[in-house]
């Protein structure tokens, strides 16, 4: 059973940093590309960023430049290192394990990530 564990959320003031950390449990780590998604209230979810098991990285627009996200095989770990926040990344930020061969896509349980103006 696969399992994913966010942690790292919580308030933090315009401009400031927080860093979301993803653990994933019963599978093969390194073989599946991870991405964190958020949901604000109101709108759809959307792929925030993305990490290929190779290390290659895409991002959306409005995170471009501010958000970071990487990967440490070693520790079956993900991260989402976030500075410059702004009020509008205020959502509940998601890990997620993408479908690859053989293997299914999850989702971990949500972190709520506020930013206050």
């Known amino acids: 059973q696969v399992q994913l564990v966010e942690s790292g959320g919580g308030l933090a003031q315009a401009g400031g940093s927080l860093r979301l950390s993803c653990v994933a449990s019963g599978s093969i780590f390194r073989l599946n590309a991870m991405g964190w998604y958020r949901q604000a209230p109101g709108k759809q979810r959307e792929l925030v960023a993305a990490?290929?098991?190779?290390?290659?990285?895409n991002y959306t627009d409005s995170v471009k430049g501010r958000f970071t996200i990487s990967r440490t095989n070693a520790k079956n770990t993900v991260y989402l290192q976030m500075n410059s926040l702004k009020p509008e990344d205020t959502a509940v930020y998601y890990c997620?394990?993408?479908?690859?061969?053989?293997?299914?896509?999850?989702w971990g349980q949500g972190t709520q990530v506020t930013v206050s103006s």
């Open positions: 990490i290929t098991s190779g290390g290659n990285t």
């Open positions: 997620y394990r993408f479908r690859g061969p053989g293997t299914d896509d999850y």
